[in-house]
């Protein structure tokens, strides 16, 4: 159980252009999905959080309009990176969290890995 | 905010050693502390983790331990294998009710000579 999807795996994309990632949780409902970053040799650094029905919480310095974020389902979020430039090139993984488990246990999709040209 | 510190940054051990990680954290509400393994390129694994209303917690050759006082608590890998070689990850949240935000730590990155 507690099975989390991404898609696409990776993506190349030319500078300017927008994509879309998906999320999904295959096995559970989640009321509340995060999206990470990580660059090569780094850790993980929390972009947003994805809450069914409302509009997603970003951290400080994150920019909204850039990363526009839709949680639509409890089983579905998606990341849109708006007019995407080499400096956003990096490995996106989301997280969620089953909302009947009281507990805070998160579960990571695979990734998505974008290099934008 | 919570700010989780994560040492060391590298660790290489001789297969059948231990390894320690140890990461401390600032906010005081923080009470739950997951941890995980990242192999290159692949998604974070859960491998254990601690609630703020235990003091230690063992699963088979991993252990963690939790110091609330100190704000700090640390990853036990004992008879360590080289499939243990990876990045090992802590983090802190504040819990439910606070959003269940994961902070991370730098990251360790274990490697297990044979």
């Known amino acids: 159980g507690a099975v989390v999807s991404q898609h696409p795996s990776w993506v190349i994309c030319k500078s300017g252009t927008s994509v879309k990632i998906e999320c999904r949780s295959l096995?559970?409902?989640?009321?509340?999905m995060f999206w990470y970053r990580q660059f090569p040799k780094q850790s993980l650094m929390l972009m947003a959080t994805?809450?069914?029905?409302?509009?997603?919480?970003?951290e400080q310095g994150v920019e909204k309009d850039k990363f526009l974020i839709n949680h639509a389902s409890l089983t579905l979020s998606t990341l849109t990176v708006t007019s995407a430039h080499p400096e956003d090139s990096s490995f996106y993984i989301c997280?969620?969290?089953?909302?009947?488990?009281?507990?805070?246990?998160?579960?990571f999709g695979p990734g998505t890995r974008l290099l934008v040209l | 905010g919570e700010n989780v510190e994560q040492h060391p940054s590298t660790l290489s051990v001789q297969e059948g050693d231990s390894a320690v990680i140890k990461c401390t954290y600032s906010d005081s509400a923080s009470n739950y502390f997951p941890w995980y393994k990242q192999e290159l390129g692949k998604r974070p694994q859960l491998i254990i983790d601690i609630r703020s209303n235990v003091g230690e917690k063992k699963d088979q050759r991993i252990a963690v331990t939790l110091n609330k006082t100190a704000k700090h608590f640390s990853l036990h890998i004992t008879e360590t294998q080289p499939e243990d070689s990876a990045v090992y990850f802590c983090a802190a949240t504040l819990g439910y009710n606070q959003g269940g935000k994961l902070i991370f730590g730098q990251g360790t990155e274990l490697s297990v000579k044979p």
């Open positions: 096995d559970f409902q989640a009321t509340t």
């Open positions: 997280s969620a969290r089953d909302f009947r488990d009281i507990q805070e246990t998160q579960y």
């Open positions: 994805s809450n069914e029905g409302s509009k997603a919480t970003y």
